[in-house]
Structure formats: C-alpha cells, structure tokens
C-alpha cells in the first residue's frame, strides 16, 4: 500500500511552479524595455499625426524631415515641441512617483497625492500673482522652490527618519488641499492671474513651444540621471536602514538625494506643463506586475511608458474635445481615477 502511494502521489500532486531563472527575467525585462521604446515610439508618431488635419504616418516623417514639405512648419513649430513637452513630462512624472512610492514605502506616493505638485503651483501662482512672471524661464525656479518645500515639510510632518506611510499620506492630503485652496483663492481674487493660470492649472500641453521643450530637457535629464544612480541604494534602503548601513549605503544621504531628484522632475514638468495627476500614481503600480520592485528596473520603464500613457491622454484629448480639445490633465485624472478604481476593486477582489 505504501509503495502504491509512493508511486501515485507524485501523479495526483499538483507539479512544482518553477521560477524562471534569473537570466531568463532579465532577457524578459530586457525584451520589454525594447517593445516599450517601441510603443513610445508610436505614440509620438500618433501624438504628430493627430490634430485639426490628420497626418499620415509618411506625412509626419516628410514632415519632419523635408524642409519642402507643405506640413513642415506645422509639424516644428505645433506639434513637435507639444510632443517633446509631453515626452519629457512623462519621462519626469512616472519615475518620480516610481522614486515617491520607493521613499515612502508608501503605495500611494505620488507627487500629484502627495502635494509635491500643489507645492510648485502655489509657488507659480504666487510669482503670477505678485511679481508679474509669465515665462517658462522664471516659472521653474519658482517651481522648483516650491516642490522642494512642500518635499520636506511632508517627510519632516510625517515623522521623518520615523515616517509612516499613512502619516505621510494623511500630510500630503492636508497640504495638497490647502495649497489648491490657496491657488484658487489668488485665481479668484486677481482676474489677470485668473487668466494666466486657469488653462494650466488643469494640465496642458497646448501651450508648448520650441523654448520650453529646450529650457525643461536639462532639468529632467539630470533628474533622470540622479534618480537612476539612486536606483540600487534605494533598493538597499527598502529593506530597512539598518541593513542598508550594512551594505555600505548611507540612508540619510539616499532620502535627500530622491528628494532633489524628485524636485527635479516634478519642478520643471509642473512648470512647463502645470500640475498633472495620477501619472506617477498608476504607471508604477501597472509596471510592478512586470518589474517587481527592483528600481532598476521599474525607474527605466516609467521612463518609457508614462510618456506613453500621458501623450495617449493628450491625443484623447483633441479627438474627444474636436473641434476645440480637452486639456491633458483633464483627461489623465479621469482615465486615471478610473483605472485605479479598477486595480483596488481587483485587489479587493482577489483577497476576498
């Protein structure tokens, strides 16, 4: 009887799931940061090609291209620069929240939730309002300011070195409130802020131009650049400060490095751009189920794909809002409030 068990146990036990190797997942993470610069690809073909006339992919390369094209100068001085701008703010926002979550240890981190972006609009509004800026050139400074005030008031309300996430949460969500009361305040009070501020105070990236695309790349860039060496003492850091110590990183010196890579980006998307939410909130999560939490990997696919998603928003945008067009920041709360409701009603789902 028992050699009988023996014999039929193995047949009736479910198989052993095998783990793919180590090398297998980095050839499969590989293969999709490749089909992600791809589908970036494509997008920013769709993002030129759409508009008051459409475009055909042969058209937006003659148009990028041929000097002689009759849709050349439409395509430089329209609707290139507003899909660099969207790129670039893409490549900003997703990282950033992916480097938010990571610093919180907080799966709501997000610097639209977390006010990280409230803090660079009220700083705007009040440089708007009081001292008459109304350049890209003067707003990212203040944006930058702002952002890295609101950074450290949050970690520092949350606790700090003893932040939970629920209470950096529960600061973020105070400030974020309090400092779009106070922009809305200044709108209402000051017509001509009013009508300086009312169309990128919701997202755009209408209003994008050759300059700005130019001015915003060196502040994204060397925020990409700073977010990316911090990728593998994060991932130390994530396991607690004091194996992080043990495995020779500095927590203290890593949180203030993510705090200027995080201003960095959110300053000068939200300056260039305005205050768009849910972009470094969703991307992230979505990727995770691929990436794990290995910044290494999860900071490169935001790069690719959040661009993805916000130029998806910005083309949605103008089909749905022709022949005048919604704002982008419009849309990506709406598609993003939606899919994130699905993802926790999912998550409900599967623990019940």
């Given at each position: 009887m028992s050699q009988k068990?023996?014999?039929?146990?193995?047949?009736?036990?479910?198989?052993?799931?095998?783990?793919?190797?180590?090398?297998?997942?980095?050839?499969?993470?590989?293969?999709?940061?490749?089909?992600?610069?791809?589908?970036?690809?494509?997008?920013?073909?769709?993002?030129?090609?759409?508009?008051?006339?459409?475009?055909?992919?042969?058209?937006?390369?003659?148009?990028?291209?041929?000097?002689?094209?009759?849709?050349?100068?439409?395509?430089?001085?329209?609707?290139?620069?507003?899909?660099?701008?969207?790129?670039?703010?893409?490549?900003?926002?997703?990282?950033?929240?992916?480097?938010?979550?990571?610093?919180?240890?907080?799966?709501?981190?997000?610097?639209?939730?977390?006010?990280?972006?409230?803090?660079?609009?009220?700083?705007?509004?009040?440089?708007?309002?009081?001292?008459?800026?109304?350049?890209?050139?003067?707003?990212?400074?203040?944006?930058?300011?702002?952002?890295?005030?609101?950074?450290?008031?949050?970690?520092?309300?949350?606790?700090?070195?003893?932040?939970?996430?629920?209470?950096?949460?529960?600061?973020?969500?105070?400030?974020?409130?309090?400092?779009?009361?106070?922009?809305?305040?200044?709108?209402?009070?000051d017509n001509a802020s009013l009508d300086r501020l009312r169309f990128w105070t919701v997202g755009t990236l209408a209003d994008a131009d050759p300059a700005t695309v130019l001015k915003v790349l060196p502040f994204v860039v060397t925020g990409l650049v700073l977010a990316i060496a911090l990728a593998r003492p994060l991932n130390a850091v994530a396991l607690g400060d004091d194996v992080a110590r043990a495995l020779g990183s500095r927590p203290g010196l890593i949180r203030a490095g993510s705090i200027v890579a995080i201003t960095l980006l959110c300053g000068s998307a939200t300056a260039a751009c305005g205050p768009i939410v849910f972009v470094g909130l969703l991307v992230p999560h979505l990727l995770r189920r691929l990436t794990g939490t290995d910044l290494r990997w999860l900071l490169p696919y935001c790069a690719l794909l959040a661009p993805v998603l916000l130029l998806g928003a910005d083309v949605l945008g103008r089909v749905l809002g022709s022949p005048g067009e919604l704002q982008a920041g419009v849309v990506t709360a709406a598609l993003g409030g939606l899919l994130f409701l699905n993802l926790v009603h999912r998550g409900k789902a599967s623990a019940s």
């Open positions: 068990t023996a014999e039929t146990t193995p047949q009736q036990g479910k198989p052993a799931t095998q783990r793919p190797s180590p090398r297998s997942r980095r050839a499969l993470r590989a293969t999709g940061l490749v089909a992600s610069a791809a589908i970036l690809a494509a997008f920013v073909v769709l993002s030129i090609g759409v508009g008051a006339r459409p475009l055909w992919p042969g058209e937006v390369w003659h148009g990028l291209v041929d000097p002689d094209s009759p849709v050349y100068t439409v395509v430089h001085q329209l609707r290139l620069p507003r899909t660099l701008l969207g790129l670039l703010a893409g490549a900003a926002l997703g990282p950033a929240g992916a480097l938010m979550q990571a610093l919180t240890r907080n799966p709501l981190g997000d610097p639209g939730v977390l006010g990280i972006n409230a803090g660079a609009s009220a700083a705007v509004a009040t440089a708007t309002a009081f001292l008459g800026v109304a350049t890209f050139s003067a707003f990212v400074w203040f944006a930058l300011i702002g952002a890295a005030a609101v950074a450290v008031l949050i970690y520092a309300v949350g606790g700090g070195r003893s932040a939970t996430p629920v209470r950096l949460a529960l600061a973020g969500a105070g400030l974020n409130a309090a400092l779009y009361s106070y922009v809305t305040a200044l709108m209402l009070l």
